[in-house]
């Protein structure tokens, strides 16, 4: 396996040698073609090369095959005219020396839903807030593909619960069954501002043995229009679902639909120990054609419906760029209909790839009314952590419409902020209403929400105080028991349409001035969102202090991601440098643009 990265560079540059040696004589048209099919083939070796170990190598590699194809063009042909710009909802991608990540004069065209940090609330005039779990981790893993490739991120793309959601944090299970959730919480001085506190609210689900799944009625539903003809898109998603077939067993079903002008059946139901039959499918699948998503999302569930399995999984996993662009192409059509089709017991499971025109709104919407998650594949060990390392969270729901609600007590809690979580609030009335969505929790799945909070009296309020506003409430500091706050949580068991409720209070003596390891990690990742959205909240720490508290909450890193986290810090640390000194002002990384 070793010996084959050197063979395929050699296959690579013989034939951008062959781009190179072309006749001046020939026609332009009869040049061009040879060098579109030189260029194909080399697409082709690199795509195929399974012993490439990241997807950094191959976008490496076939960015010197666009810039050497382009470089040919322009002696064959004269140089068409600039394209005009474009209004896009997403960011532009800066260069990177020595490092392209996308030919440079395509336009970029990702789109993610424009979102405002949550503000900080005066617990007198609003003592309640309201929100649904998530355990998304797309946002993560698409932002770390961009600081890889040197590109800025927009502070749209960074989602700061899939940030922290992303990593475990080891809280604890529940003794059995019976609730199928632990709730804990932890409550310490916030280590950018010691005057103020940070509540860590914890959440794990029960987990399950792979061997001891329910059936799985799987439909995997893939994109293979013109857009997905990319290293990291069809190619990375053959890799990452290669990954997850060897894990199914013969009580499983397996479908492939796939759409690009059309949708269409590329493999019926199928017993899921035919590892070869599902492989060889995966193996033929091809790029080309326009993107008619909503056809192929009905065909999916169509094919759900068919092999159903009564008290098992049954879910579509829909891998794409997301970028629909025929057929039923409105969002919120789109959720209409894949809120519909929830209602029939098959959840949907959003897998996002590539770059350039990744639809990030689409994919995580989508994913949310389907009664699902949301992840991207950046590389083919993301692809493992989602599908084999994770599978029974990402497969197996075990806790439906989850939602939390905190009352903060005014005795003893000034001001609070939910960080993150934007996307996900609710109506102080949603929190009982059984017909409201929220989100769900997978066998093992864990969730971490953070609130800060000003403590009463403690003089670091961030709102001015009001003329005519009520007197602090506080004063008093027995009022509410000792409780600086009391959490209700409520979700539906799998198949049941009315909600349990949990609740645990919140006391002030639980307060530590020596935060686990487990806390001090979370708060880093969450200054680390803050920082890449603007560092608005987060007063005087900056790139040195996140990447100082990171390296000391290292703890059992099994699989290196902390150890990577703080290798990410260093990366934004350097863009944020570089464009102060390009703009001339205030180091800062988020792009608004």
């Known amino acids: 396996m070793r010996h084959a990265r050197p063979a395929i560079t050699l296959l690579t540059l013989a034939l951008l040698a062959a781009c190179q040696s072309q006749p001046a004589a020939k026609s332009s048209a009869a040049n061009e073609a040879e060098i579109a099919a030189n260029m194909a083939a080399a697409d082709a070796a690199v795509a195929n090369a399974t012993t490439l170990d990241t997807i950094q190598t191959r976008r490496k590699a076939e960015a010197r095959t666009r810039t050497e194809y382009a470089r040919a063009m322009l002696t064959a042909a004269p140089a068409p005219p600039p394209p005009a710009p474009m209004m896009t909802a997403g960011y532009v991608a800066t260069q990177s020396p020595g490092l392209l990540s996308m030919p440079a004069e395509a336009a970029n065209t990702e789109r993610y839903a424009a979102r405002d940090d949550n503000p900080v609330h005066r617990t007198t005039e609003q003592s309640v807030s309201t929100f649904s779990i998530d355990v998304d981790t797309g946002s993560y893993s698409n932002v770390r593909r961009m600081l890889r490739d040197g590109v800025r991120p927009p502070a749209d793309a960074v989602r700061a619960e899939e940030f922290i959601n992303y990593f475990d944090y080891r809280h604890p299970a529940p003794a059995n069954r019976d609730t199928p959730f632990r709730v804990t919480t932890e409550l310490a001085p916030a280590p950018w501002n010691s005057a103020r506190q940070v509540l860590m609210i914890g959440i794990k689900g029960y987990d ?4 001891t799944l329910p059936p799985a009625n799987l439909v995997f539903l893939i994109d293979t229009s013109g857009s997905m003809d990319s290293p990291d898109k069809l190619p990375l998603l053959k890799q990452a679902f290669a990954q997850l077939v060897p894990q199914l067993r013969a009580q499983d079903r397996v479908s492939i639909v796939v759409y690009a002008g ?6 019926p139901p199928t017993p899921g120990d035919r590892h070869d039959d599902i492989l060889g499918a995966l193996e033929r699948l091809q790029a080309g054609g326009s993107t008619n998503g909503g056809d192929g999302i009905r065909l999916a569930y169509s094919m759900a419906k068919q092999a159903f399995v009564k008290d098992g999984v049954n879910r579509v996993i829909l891998a794409t760029d997301g970028d629909f662009n025929v057929g039923t192409i409105d969002q919120g059509a789109l959720e209409t209909l894949v809120g519909d089709q929830r209602k029939s017991g098959v959840a949907l499971t959003t897998l996002g790839f590539g770059q350039g ?5 689409m994919a995580e919407r989508l994913a949310d009314v389907g009664d699902g998650n949301h992840a991207y594949i950046d590389t083919p060990q993301e692809a493992r952590k989602v599908l084999v390392d994770e599978m029974q969270s990402t497969l197996l729901t075990i806790a439906r419409d989850v939602k939390i609600q905190i009352e903060f007590n005014p ?24 017909k409201v969505d929220a989100g769900d929790i997978g066998a093992g799945h864990q969730v971490t929400a953070l609130y800060e909070i000003t403590p009463t009296g403690s003089g670091a309020d961030r709102l001015p105080s009001l003329r005519y506003g009520q007197a602090a409430a506080g004063g008093d500091a027995t009022r509410g028991n000792g409780e600086i706050a009391h959490l209700a949580l409520r979700y539906k068991a799998p198949g049941q349409e009315r909600s349990r409720l949990i609740e645990t209070p919140v006391k002030a003596d639980t307060l530590t ?10 708060t880093a990742v969450a200054a680390y969102a803050d920082l890449l959205r603007g560092g608005k909240h987060i007063d005087g720490w900056g790139w040195p202090e996140v990447a100082a508290a990171a390296r000391d909450a290292q703890g059992d890193d099994r699989f290196g991601l902390r150890r990577e986290f703080t290798g990410l810090v260093e990366q934004a640390r350097q863009l944020a440098a570089r464009d102060a000194r390009e703009k001339g002002g205030t180091p800062a990384i988020a792009s608004g643009e």
Request: charged fraction near 25%; avoid cysteine.
């Open 262 to 267: 059309s949708a269409g059946l590329v493999l």
């Open 357 to 361: 025109n990744y639809n990030d709104a």
């Open 411 to 434: 005795a003893y809690v000034s001001e609070y902020r939910l960080i993150g979580y934007e996307n996900r609030l609710l109506n102080r009335e949603d929190f009982a209403n059984d």
């Open 208 to 211: 399950v043995a792979k061997a």
């Open 513 to 522: 001035r020596t935060p686990g390891e487990s806390f001090r990690f979370a």
